[in-house]
């Protein structure tokens, strides 16, 4: 070993003792040129942040105003530095945290984010936001103890996405927990659905499912009184029901039309139902074998006048009439 005496007489000792290998060196740096894009570092904080432990493209793509193909480049280049894993289920590609990477990940965004932007204790602080978990995890387990036929973690998986879904479009925090309760029952209900002893199930899809869809799933409970299941979704939900359509709602359903709301397209909706029917959102729904596809052109409420959206509400009750007595002969 050869060490050097510095003109003040203390000993140096060189920099290779102590400096990272040049394979790890060049390993790192690969990954900090993977990091060293603003849309990538806010990408993994979604990620990482996801109460659910992972994001579909679909999420991220809200995050700039970016086409889903970008998205997906900027998720390979994570990828390959293998920071994410990903999975496919459905029409959609899932990431998560890499297990491996995640110390570094959670350091890199509450130790080296906060210090870069100069924030001190007591001084700044990013605003808390409302914090749902305790009351999500909650009302999990309790689902999951109405639901033995699904294990916990199934469960409280389809919980937190419910609640992380209907989230993303929320102006009204302080009803997220029931809502989140409604839609994860009903989507429990259609992962145990028994096809065999059930009634029959129609799934409507539109784009907002904020009007034609809501209609058209309200008029299928009333005509098929009881006997047919009827669900509505969204391609991409809005937050509210049309205001036009919430009066006809009430008009067929009561006091029961308030219960309704814009809920997303999940695969497991698709996979329960029977009959699937799109109006006006194109070729979104994944195909599952066994599943009938039918597409319905009717107008848009949210573009109609007053008498123009009771025209369309007599345009989808004459398809459901029609609907209603194939699948009850």
């Known amino acids: 070993m050869n060490l050097t005496l510095t ?56 995050l700039a105003d970016v086409s889903q193909p970008t998205v997906s480049h900027h998720l390979k280049v994570l ?8 999975e496919r289920r459905g029409t959609w590609v899932w990431y998560r945290i890499n297990p491996s990477h995640r110390g570094a990940v959670i350091a890199l965004l509450d130790s080296f984010a906060p210090a870069s932007l100069g924030w001190r204790a007591g001084a700044g602080e990013p605003p808390a936001r409302p914090d749902f978990d305790a009351r999500i995890t909650r009302l999990g387990q309790e689902l999951a103890s109405e639901t033995p036929e699904l294990e916990q973690e ?13 989230a993303r479009t929320a102006k009204v925090t302080g009803a997220l927990v029931p809502l989140t309760e409604r839609f994860a029952r009903q989507r429990l209900a259609d992962l145990t659905r028994d096809r065999d002893v059930s009634a029959p199930q129609v799934l409507f ?21 009881g006997r047919i299941v009827a669900r509505s979704a969204g391609s991409n939900p809005g937050d509210v029901i049309d205001p036009h359509v919430r009066a006809l709602l009430a008009e067929i359903e009561g006091e029961a039309a308030a219960e ?46 007053t008498a123009g ?21």
Not at 79 to 86: A, F, M, P, R, Y
Not at 154 to 166: D, K
């Open 7 to 62: 003109a003040e007489g203390s000993v140096c000792s060189p920099a290779a003792l102590h400096a990272i290998g040049q394979e790890a060196a060049s390993s790192v740096a690969a990954t900090l040129k993977a990091l060293s894009d603003p849309l990538r570092l806010r990408m993994l904080s979604a990620i990482a942040s996801d109460p659910r432990g992972e994001s579909c493209v679909c999420d991220l793509a809200e």
């Open 79 to 86: 990828k390959d530095v293998e920071v994410l894993t990903s």
């Open 154 to 166: 199934t469960v409280l998986s389809i919980v937190r996405e419910s609640y992380t879904a209907l």
């Open 205 to 225: 899809v539109c784009v907002a499912n904020a009007g034609r869809s809501q209609l058209a799933a309200a008029l299928v409970n009333q005509l098929g009184g």
């Open 260 to 305: 309704r709301f814009p809920k997303p397209l999940t695969d497991d909706a698709v996979r329960a139902a029977d009959v699937v029917i799109t109006m006006g959102c194109g070729d979104v729904c994944p195909i599952i074998p066994g599943v009938r596809y039918d597409d319905w052109a009717v107008g848009d409420p949210a573009l109609a006048s």
């Open 309 to 329: 959206v009771e025209a369309i509400r007599d345009d989808i009750a004459g398809r459901v009439r029609t609907l209603v007595d194939e699948l009850l002969p």
